[in-house]
């Protein structure tokens, strides 16, 4: 029964337009779960408990913003002040932070925040100094960005639902406007022979448009609208660019490098 099923797109949205509301989905004066309603605003569960837990949900959303925001400035803070003590307790300032290179002859690809970015100015000497200002407006930045693309990304799959949408009225309107027209038609009745010749074309009139438009037209539309969201809204939740730059097995460069040495 469809009328009955639950609908994960409103539940979301009533997440945080109804938050005060005590009742997550319909229920009579008892608090029970109204079925069969057709809105899509059906409990999976319990009212209160569901409740409670969209809430708690709701909740954690929520506080993840301010710990996006403070946590990592705060502990690059701490680890400056904590690597600044050490360097005036330590008999060997100079050498404080210094480690063996490894992989020297392989080239690092960084897109890190702490490596000659925001609050990471050199001196006069050349070293370099610590901004928690610039870092705090950095990752402002970059926290705000994550909120919004968390909003628009999560709209943007929406696109697929309207490709759907059109898909379903392309088909109803080149089965309207050609093939049943041809069908419904009364001039054709007591025409047998040419009623079926005027089929027959309709139907490859039809069967051309079906393949050309639904087909190929809006099967590529769809595919290219899949590949962006994949690329696009997908994968910049995790895809950093970070790691070593892969360089090919190859007897010329090893020659080459022989020859340097």
């Known amino acids: 029964n469809r009328s009955s099923d639950l609908s994960l797109l409103i539940t979301l949205i009533n997440m945080f337009l109804q938050f005060t509301s005590p009742y997550p989905c319909k229920v ?108 705090f ?24 639902w309207a490709l759907s949408l059109a898909h379903a009225e392309l088909s109803n309107v080149l089965w309207n406007m050609v093939l049943h027209t041809v069908l419904q038609t009364s001039m054709l009745d007591g025409m047998g022979f040419v009623r079926a010749i005027a089929i027959f074309l309709a139907f490859g009139f039809w069967a051309l448009l079906t393949i050309a438009i639904l087909l190929i037209m809006e099967g590529l539309s769809a595919f290219l609208h899949t590949l962006r969201l994949h690329w696009v809204e997908f994968q910049s939740k995790f895809y950093g660019g970070d790691g070593y730059k892969f360089s090919p097995f190859s007897f010329a460069t090893i020659l080459e490098g022989e020859d340097e040495t």
């Open 137 to 160: 407006v950095h990752q402002a930045i970059h926290t705000i960005e994550f909120c919004l693309g968390c909003i628009s990304h999560t709209a943007s799959y929406l696109r697929l």
């Open 28 to 135: 009579d004066s008892h608090g029970h779960p109204l079925k069969d309603q057709g809105d899509g605003q059906n409990c999976l569960f319990d009212p209160a408990a569901q409740g409670y837990l969209q809430k708690l949900l709701v909740v954690m959303a929520v506080v993840c913003i301010p710990w996006m925001l403070l946590t990592k400035p705060l502990y690059l803070r701490h680890k400056h002040k904590k690597a600044q003590s050490y360097s005036i307790n330590s008999p060997y300032p100079d050498t404080v932070g210094l480690t063996e290179s490894e992989g020297e002859d392989d080239e690092v690809v960084h897109h890190d925040d702490d490596n000659d970015g925001p609050g990471s100015k050199k001196d006069h000497k050349g070293n370099r100094g610590f901004q928690f200002s610039e870092i």
